[in-house]
């Protein structure tokens, strides 16, 4: 079965760090790109970022609204990938899901989400 | 960066009747237009990618029409199960993905 776990989450000050994890299962994790979406309570979806393959140099993307403060990483070894999180924002409060990117581009699994909170 | 837009916001239809729900870009992206639903507590969950394939397992009642900057997902005949948030997403001009702002159904 194809599955994204994500993990890490919780309440964190503003100005603040959190590292989310997001471990895949079933699936050749090496061979995909991977985003972050996120989705703050009762709103809409909106894209984090994404890292790309080993073949494609890990290549990265973010967000206006979080680009210089989150980063995106893998580990082959243990199919995770990573979203760092750096001088958070009380905005940046939401619920954040680990999603695989299907071969053109769109998002075919979507993990099950974690939760973040950024509050003083 | 193009924008999504959907109509409507809220759409209240019977059980086992029609739903439309309209997404419509800023500028054209081709057939690179993805459905996604959403009921509560729950992640998305792709229905629909290439505007109009369904994606593994979804039900035939889904249906995704449209090119360029106007998409359309209907679903023939509601059921209980139906009830959610649906959003459109294009891949076609990355990065950024982009969603639109969300049709929610719900029951009359």
């Known amino acids: 079965e194809v599955q994204l776990v994500e993990s890490g989450g919780g309440l964190v000050q503003p100005g603040g760090s959190l590292k989310l994890s997001c471990a895949a299962s079933?699936?050749?994790?090496?061979?995909?790109?991977m985003h972050w979406v996120r989705q703050a309570s009762g709103k809409g979806l909106e894209w984090v970022g994404r890292?790309?393959?080993?073949?494609?140099?890990?290549?990265?993307a973010y967000a206006e609204s979080v680009k210089g403060r989150f980063t995106i990483s893998r580990d082959e070894s243990n199919s995770t990938a990573y979203l760092h999180m750096n001088s958070l924002k009380t905005e940046d409060t939401a619920v954040y899901y680990c999603?695989?990117?299907?071969?053109?581009?769109?998002?075919?699994?979507w993990g099950i989400g974690t939760t973040v909170t950024v509050s003083s | 960066e193009i924008v999504m837009t959907q109509s409507p916001a809220t759409l209240s239809v019977p059980p086992g009747e029609r739903a439309t729900l309209s997404c419509r870009a800023s500028?054209?992206?081709?057939?690179?237009l993805a459905w996604y639903q959403q009921k509560p507590g729950q992640a998305p969950r792709l229905l629909i990618y290439?505007?109009?394939t369904r994606a593994t397992g979804i039900p035939a009642r889904f249906s995704g029409s449209g090119s360029g900057a106007e998409f359309t997902l209907t679903i023939s005949s509601l059921q209980s199960e139906d009830f959610a948030v649906y959003y459109c997403q294009q891949y076609d001009d990355r990065p950024p993905w982009t969603f639109g702002q969300g049709t929610k159904v719900e029951i009359k």
């Open positions: 890292i790309r393959s080993k073949i494609n140099n890990y290549a990265t």
């Open positions: 290439g505007a109009s």
């Open positions: 079933g699936f050749t994790f090496s061979g995909s790109a």
């Open positions: 999603v695989r990117q299907a071969n053109y581009y769109y998002m075919d699994v």
């Open positions: 500028q054209s992206v081709s057939s690179n």
